[in-house]
């Protein structure tokens, strides 16, 4: 019904960048929000950033000033560049997306399969 698929993920030295994309398809009628969330192992599943749309955003406090969230809401899409890596980045990053359907009457939230990002000191 919905699909959402991440790209851009890999590994990278301590103090570089990766650009992560995600794009949503499906039956999708509007978006109220699309963000990342990450998993390093033995941890709980994180908010990274968040993009409300037509509205503001929010990051994690780890990530603000290197990580920037943006939007093509045209294609359904959400992108995550990252700046100034570290090692203690390095995990499985999903995209979420809150949104409605013509299949559903009230908005729900859809995540993609993960991609690793991994950080060498």
């Known amino acids: 019904q919905v699909q959402l698929v991440e790209s851009g993920g890999g590994l990278v030295q301590a103090g570089g960048s990766l650009r992560l994309s995600c794009a949503a398809s499906?039956?999708?009628?509007?978006?109220?929000?699309m963000g990342w969330f990450r998993q390093a192992p033995g941890k709980q599943r994180e908010l990274v950033a968040v993009?409300?749309?037509?509205?503001?955003?929010n990051y994690a406090d780890s990530v603000k000033g290197r990580f920037t969230i943006s939007r093509d809401n045209a294609k359904n899409s959400v992108f995550l560049e990252m700046n100034s890596l570290k090692p203690e980045d390095t995990a499985v990053y999903y995209c979420?997306?809150?949104?409605?359907?013509?299949?559903?009457?009230?908005?729900?939230?859809?995540w993609g399969q993960g991609t690793q990002v991994t950080v060498s000191s």
């Open positions: 979420n997306a809150n949104l409605m359907t013509a299949h559903s009457t009230l908005p729900r939230g859809y």
């Open positions: 499906g039956s999708i009628i509007s978006i109220n929000a």
């Open positions: 993009s409300y749309t037509g509205s503001s955003s």
